[in-house]
């Protein structure tokens, strides 16, 4: 949770637009605790992270290719590493800034090459699979998780053309 005895920035999380404070009370009041307690819903179902997979895999093709060669078992793990510090990046937490930095660099086009269009499959993909295990779901809760997601995601999709590890290698 934000600290308010910290200066700002090191609560700080950034959106595409530069405005911090506008979406502030907005997250932490009214949009963090719902998704959390429907992530939580959500996760009590061991087939949660399969049935989400199933319905990615399936909404395009350049997805299902991009993991032909994948562990699945092991990457429905790391999806929930992943989708817990997309969440928790929303929350302002330093460790999430790190984690979703390093899967921006991952991401990126010299590396496993998701280009940004591809997230959105993987958002309404996920929202998919909630609207089916959350008995709670609804239009409202939906545009909640939406906004949860969006800082992360922006962060993501803005590495594609420059990762830090690719300026590392390129000196
Ligand atoms: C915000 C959304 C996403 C999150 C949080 C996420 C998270 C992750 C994480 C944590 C890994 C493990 C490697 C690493 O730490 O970088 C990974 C691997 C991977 N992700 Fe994502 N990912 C996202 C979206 C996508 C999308 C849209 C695609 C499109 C195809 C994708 C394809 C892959 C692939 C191919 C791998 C490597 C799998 C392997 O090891 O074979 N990811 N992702």
């Known amino acids: 949770m934000l600290n308010p005895s910290l200066p700002f920035d090191q609560n700080a999380f950034y959106f595409s637009d530069g405005n911090l404070s506008k979406y502030k009370d ?3 009041a009214r949009l963090y605790n719902p998704v959390k307690m429907s992530f939580g819903r959500c996760v009590v179902h061991a087939g949660f992270f399969d049935r989400f997979y199933q319905i990615f895999l399936a909404s395009n093709p350049i997805i299902a290719n991009k993991f032909a060669n994948t562990d699945l078992t092991a990457q429905k793990k790391v999806l929930k ?9 929303a929350d302002g937490q330093i460790l999430a800034k790190k984690a979703v930095g390093r ?7 010299g590396r496993l090459n998701i280009p940004p269009g591809m997230y959105g499959f993987w958002e309404t993909s ?13 239009p409202d809760l939906e545009t909640q998780w939406r906004a949860v997601l ?10 594609y053309m420059n990762d830090r590890s690719a300026r590392l290698v390129a000196g």
Do not use: C, W
């Open 81 to 89: 590493q992943g989708l817990n510090m997309v969440m928790m990046y």
């Open 103 to 109: 899967i921006r660099d991952s991401h990126s086009q």
């Open 126 to 138: 996920l929202m998919k699979t909630i609207a089916e295990f959350d008995p709670q779901f609804s």
């Open 26 to 28: 907005l997250l932490h």
């Open 150 to 159: 969006k800082p992360a995601l922006e962060v993501i999709k803005g590495g």
